[in-house]
């Protein structure tokens, strides 16, 4: 079971809004389905997001795959301990792994993303 306080896109990022920003990572699945995570690319401060596109890469042992904007903004902050230590990733996804922080551009985009119950489905599906 996700938390239930999170929104959710089907190419697995979580999303927490607080207020105009919201907080950005990779779902538990998703970290899972990747395997050992061994570097994150992710942009700096200031970078303008558009929902849906690209924003960082992140790559395992098994394979790199595109991280992809739940929600447009700017970016206002990225986690720099996920440089020296990207398993942080796997071990806390949802916590310590979070990707970056983003002033909201439309807070009402986020509404349109999954809920727990939808990812949960989601990812049941397989």
Not at 44 to 60: I, M, N, P, W, Y
Not at 71 to 83: H, K, M, Q
Not at 95 to 115: F, K, N, T, Y
């Amino acid at each position: 079971m996700v938390p239930t306080d999170l929104r959710y896109t089907k190419d697995h990022e979580w999303v927490r809004v607080d207020g105009d920003e919201a907080t950005v990572g990779i779902t538990e699945y998703a970290a899972g389905q990747l395997g050992d995570i061994v570097f994150v690319e992710l942009p700096d401060a200031g970078k303008t997001l558009t929902q849906h596109a690209t924003f960082g890469v992140v790559e395992s042992v098994k394979a790199v795959s595109d991280l992809f904007a739940p929600v447009s903004g700017e970016v206002t902050a990225t986690n720099e301990a996920l440089s020296g230590s990207p398993e942080l990733v796997n071990g806390q996804p949802y916590g310590d792994g979070w990707m970056i922080r983003v002033r909201l551009a439309d807070p009402i985009e986020a509404d349109g993303l999954l809920d727990a119950a939808a990812y949960d489905a989601l990812v049941a599906e397989g």
